[in-house]
């Protein structure tokens, strides 16, 4: 029997907006984009310039500093745009796509016939490598690195979060696929971490060559890099890494058809989506087509994001779905000032530290917008962090070795642990307003800087 691990602290935030449980095939989108912003620590190369036509798997970019790194088109089509920023920094490589699509050809194989760097070659060529990170510091993996373990989250807490065994319930055959062919690459320490507080879908329960760790309790017992802390914590020259399920199953299509196929299940989701449901696109696509007619609000007032609503991306009404996001969520925007906000009874707003009379109704849901009710102010020290925070550390002491840059204090306080999602919790119910992920990721940054 695998041993369940029980989460006490955390917060599941009661946000309104959950997707219903019934799947729709978006249309092709006109426009996909991959966005280099999607990977921290990358500086890309370009591959292809604005007129180009290119297959499904094509190259767009590639790592400056690890050539072998390649970023594939999604999509068949033209390269519409390069969208650009400060300094020409690259933000966007936009694809028109066409009709019927064309693909790559990479060749089937069975991932278990083939020796490990003849799986990573395959991953490599047709741009799925992005799709392995690594603990620490929660950017994309190396290749010439042998991780201690690889884990996978089956399932995600963060608010109105897609269920996955729901989208991963006719993927039977690719996720197996696909974990085979992770275990080539970690020679057989596949960790598979599933919610014990229901019973997981069939996909993954009868999967094979995995070890199965159950999790229970709020948010973010879903979180990967909590998982890790609790089945072996990651010390100082330890390599593990990570994997979502969802990029599972494009990895198995890549061996069983032999071309890159990104399509997957995605949740739309928010109090402001008249029909929040699941559809089935393809990464990078357009939300335009899954969002149009379907919102309770002209665009400019409402919030679109790629992602959940604590670690999630703000984009446009017509921006693009993120490379590693399984959802976007629809809020109200924030943009306005409230008068005496603090001496309110806020029946209609929510608190983790119970300030509103909304307390009084346990089970009621709130359609809460981005609003910071307040700016940011002297950092003080509450004790909040602790009881949202299940890891055995003291995120208040990290944060302030992180500001101090203080690069041993950082590694004795679980620096090599964390990731900016880790924290996220703890930003939300910060009462100082203090931009925590932004301040774990300068943390990590110094760390890569200064140690490699």
């Excluded at 993954?204 to 159950?214: A, E, I, L, P, R």
Aim: with cysteine.
């Amino acid at each position: 029997m695998p041993k369940v691990f029980k989460i006490r602290k955390g917060l599941n935030i009661p946000l309104k907006g959950e997707a219903e449980k019934v799947f729709t095939r978006a249309e092709l989108a006109e426009f996909y984009a991959v966005k280099p912003t999607d990977f921290h620590g990358l500086t890309p190369k370009l591959s292809v310039a604005e007129g180009d036509m290119v297959k499904v798997g094509t190259p767009l970019f590639y790592d400056k500093y690890r050539t072998d790194i390649l970023f594939t088109s999604p999509v068949s089509g033209e390269v519409h745009l390069i969208r650009r920023g400060e300094r020409r920094r690259i933000l966007e490589v936009v694809i028109k796509a066409d009709n019927p699509q064309v693909f790559e050809e990479f060749g089937r194989s069975n991932p278990a016939d083939l020796s490990r760097e003849e799986v990573i070659g395959k991953m490599l060529k047709a741009g799925l490598w992005p799709t392995i990170k690594q603990r620490p510091y929660s950017i994309i993996a190396n290749p010439d690195d042998s991780p201690k373990a690889i884990y996978i989250s089956g399932f995600d807490t963060a608010p109105l979060s897609p269920d996955l065994d729901f989208a991963v319930k006719d993927e039977a055959e690719s996720f197996q696929a696909g974990i085979d062919a992770l275990n080539r690459l970690a020679e057989g320490k596949v960790n598979l971490n599933l919610n014990a507080e229901y019973p997981p879908s069939n996909v993954y329960t009868k999967v094979k060559g995995v070890n199965f760790n159950y999790f229970a309790g709020p948010h973010p017992a879903g979180n990967v890099g909590i998982q890790i802390h609790h089945i072996n914590p990651i010390n100082k020259g330890d390599i593990v890494w990570t994997v979502n399920p969802l990029d599972v199953i494009i990895i198995g299509r890549l061996f069983l058809r032999g071309i890159y196929d990104a399509t997957k299940v995605i949740a739309l989701a928010g109090s402001e989506v008249l029909k929040p449901r699941y559809f089935i696109l393809k990464t990078g696509a357009s939300i335009s087509n899954i969002v149009a007619g379907n919102i309770t609000k002209s665009p400019e007032e409402l919030r679109f994001i790629s992602g959940n609503v604590l670690t999630g991306t703000k984009i446009s009404a017509d921006g693009f779905l993120g490379f590693y996001d399984n959802m976007v969520t629809v809020i109200p925007e924030g943009d306005y000032h409230e008068f005496m906000g603090w001496a309110q009874p806020g029946f209609k707003k929510y608190s983790f530290s119970s300030s509103f009379l909304s307390n009084l109704f346990p089970g009621r849901k709130y359609a809460l917008d981005t609003n910071l009710h307040g700016g940011e102010r002297a950092y003080v020290v509450t004790g909040q962090y602790e009881k949202v925070l299940p890891m055995d550390i003291f995120p208040v002491h990290l944060i302030k070795a992180i500001l101090a840059k203080d690069i041993d204090k950082m590694e004795n306080l679980g620096i090599y642990e964390v990731a900016e999602e880790d924290f996220a919790l703890c930003e939300y119910i910060c009462t100082s307003k203090t931009n925590v992920q932004e301040i774990i990721r300068e943390g990590l940054d110094l760390m890569i800087k200064e140690l490699g």
